[in-house]
Every structure is written in structure tokens, then in C-alpha cells.
């Protein structure tokens, strides 16, 4: 009885941190943003810096441009394909949600949504300002802030909505 007792304690698999079980269950959103920011907004916004700088001289103006380009374009390349992503897996779980859980999920999504693009804007477009101001060319200086803000929302992302997922029951 000992024996057998210590060896269920030996043979017990820790419990997964906080860090690795929050990046499990997010991870599989992470192709659709890719997608979204890297072949759709990310030259849609390029190309509007490029556009934007032979009319404008304003920096702020040029990276305003940018930074509303970039929104629009990945939210609507990004919608259809998570809603596209959301059929087939409840198609593959033979899954059926109410409407109370609807609602909640996209509640939660907008919480999400609204502190992770505000973050994102701000970075966006002060990267990108910077960039331009000290020298770099407004399409590069586009994809480069882009580039290193879509960085952090890959990395903080997961972290953010797996603590709003948690907050609720709590």
C-alpha cells in the first residue's frame, strides 16, 4: 500500500504552468493573424506609406495613413478567416453553442480585440514615426514597425486572452 502509493506520487506529471497551458490554448489563432498581417496588411500598409509619401511631408500623416490601412485591411481578412476556422471546428466536434455562449465569447473577443489593437496602434505608429523621422524610407519604415509590433502581439497575445479567459471564473 506504501509502495504503491509512492509510486503514484513518483509517476504523477507535474502540473502545467500558467505560461505553457496559455500558449496551448491560444496558439491555434496565431496562423490567422499571420496570415491577416503578413500577406494582407502588411503590403496594403507598405504600399499606402509609399502612396501616402509622395503627396504628404508629415510624418505623423504618413504613419496615420499606415497605421489605418494596416487596421482595416487585417480586420477584414482576419474575420472571415477565423469565422471560416470556427465552422469547421465545431463541424469536427460536432459542437453546437448556445446563445448565452455566443455572447460571452464575442464579448470576451472585443475586450481582447479592444486592448490588443489599441497597444498595437500605438506601437505601430509610433514605430513607424520614429522610423521616418531619423531617416528610413516610409514603405520600409512601415514593414519594419509592423513587423516588430506584430512581434509582440504574437508573443503578449496568447498571455492577455487566456488571463481574460480566466478572469470570469475567478
Known sequence: ????????ELYQEPEESWLRKAYRQEWPAMP????????????????ASYIASKVLESNAAISGIATATD????????????RLIEKYRKRKDN???DAPRRI??????AVFGLCMETAYIAMR?????????????PAFASAA????????????????????????EK
Do not use: C, D
Request: net charge neutral; charged share 15%.
Open 95 to 97: 459542437e453546437h453553442h
Open 32 to 47: 490567422n493573424i499571420l496570415v491577416s498581417h503578413f500577406l494582407v496588411a502588411m503590403p496594403a500598409a507598405a504600399g
Open 71 to 82: 487596421t482595416v485591411t487585417f480586420w477584414t481578412a482576419y474575420f472571415p478567416l477565423e
Open 125 to 137: 505608429f509610433g514605430g513607424q514615426y520614429f522610423l521616418q523621422k531619423y531617416g528610413m524610407e
Open 145 to 168: 514597425a509592423q513587423a516588430g509590433s506584430i512581434s509582440l502581439f504574437v508573443l503578449g497575445g496568447p498571455l492577455v486572452r487566456y488571463a481574460l479567459r480566466q478572469w470570469p
Open 104 to 109: 460571452s465569447r464575442l464579448a470576451e473577443s
Open 1 to 8: 500500500m506504501i509502495k504503491n502509493k509512492l509510486e503514484e
